[in-house]
């Protein structure tokens, strides 16, 4: 099938590292803060400097004439109390400004580290974690059962000789919308490498795992120029933990692509 022969499905940006502006609540609150932190150390500046005139004076400093100084710093301290607050809370803003940012910029790093950049899926390495924690729950007793779905497409290698790599890096692109569109947030789908991409189903067992693939390489047969060959394997029945139900995924998938291609095809069935 030539690449033009279906509609091209909506190309989304690649993932880059945007920060977002700081909002307004966090602007408020350093600057908020920074005038608290002013006035407080300067009036515990002002606090040791009657203390150390005390001591140079040899007199008793008492706390009436602590709280008269406090008192007096916005009339007899204004010319050094001004400039001090405005200073320390613009200092106190900045910080919090590049301090946000670096939050930011780290969010946004592990974001792009975290995604493929050109199928938008989630990289081989943060799916396996994803992976490993769901794992992990089930045994603890704290998930339901899952399901992990192993897609590849059909004749890649052909699709990509025949039309160049341009349009093989399009047909990926679109078969991952079409898969990021049909799942739900708690679910993961990775691109396990080229052509092959991985999803784990949360709380679904093999049957509903096995309607949802066929959902999915129904729409990619008929919305993308390719087609794709699915194995379906489900925790703990297939496998109880990574490796094994990795391994019962792409056997099922080897099996559909032996037995005609552009099917789905079950863990621990002939079909």
């Not at 009657?50 to 008492?62: G, M, Q």
């Not at 607050?85 to 613009?90: E, F, L, P």
């Not at 949360?202 to 959902?215: C, L, N």
């Not at 993308?224 to 496998?239: F, L, M, R």
Request: hydrophobic share 40%.
């Amino acid at each position: 099938m030539k690449p033009d022969d279906k509609a091209a499905l909506p190309q989304e940006k690649q993932s880059t590292l945007e920060l977002p502006a700081p909002g307004w609540g966090y602007k408020l609150s350093f600057l908020i803060g920074g005038i608290i932190f002013s006035i407080a150390t300067y009036m515990a500046g002002t606090m040791l400097y009657e203390l150390e005139l005390a001591l140079v004076d040899r007199t008793v400093l008492s706390w009436d004439l602590l709280g008269r100084t406090l008192v007096s710093i916005f009339q007899k301290h204004i010319l050094t109390f001004t400039p001090w607050v405005i200073g320390t809370t613009g200092v106190s803003v900045a910080l919090g400004y590049l301090f946000d940012k670096e939050v930011q910029y780290r969010k946004a790093a592990e974001r792009v580290a975290a995604t493929n950049g050109l199928t938008l899926l989630a990289t081989r390495r943060f799916f396996m974690k994803g992976f490993d924690r769901e794992v992990a729950r089930a045994r603890r007793g704290l998930s339901n059962l899952f399901s992990v779905v192993m897609i590849d497409l059909d004749d890649f290698k052909e699709y990509n000789d025949s039309y160049g790599h341009v349009a093989g890096d399009r047909a990926l692109q679109n078969v991952s919308y079409i898969l990021r569109r049909k799942l739900r947030a708690s679910d993961i789908a990775g691109r396990f490498g080229g052509e092959e991409v991985i999803v784990l189903l949360t709380g679904v067992p093999k049957d509903r795992a096995a309607q949802v693939a066929e959902r999915m390489r129904k729409e990619i047969e008929e919305e993308s120029d390719v087609t794709a060959s699915i194995g379906v394997a489900s925790y703990p029945d297939d496998g109880q933990n990574v490796e094994k139900l990795i391994q019962a995924a792409d056997e099922a998938l080897y099996r559909a692509k032996r037995t005609g291609k552009n099917k789905v095809c079950l863990a621990g069935s002939d079909g």
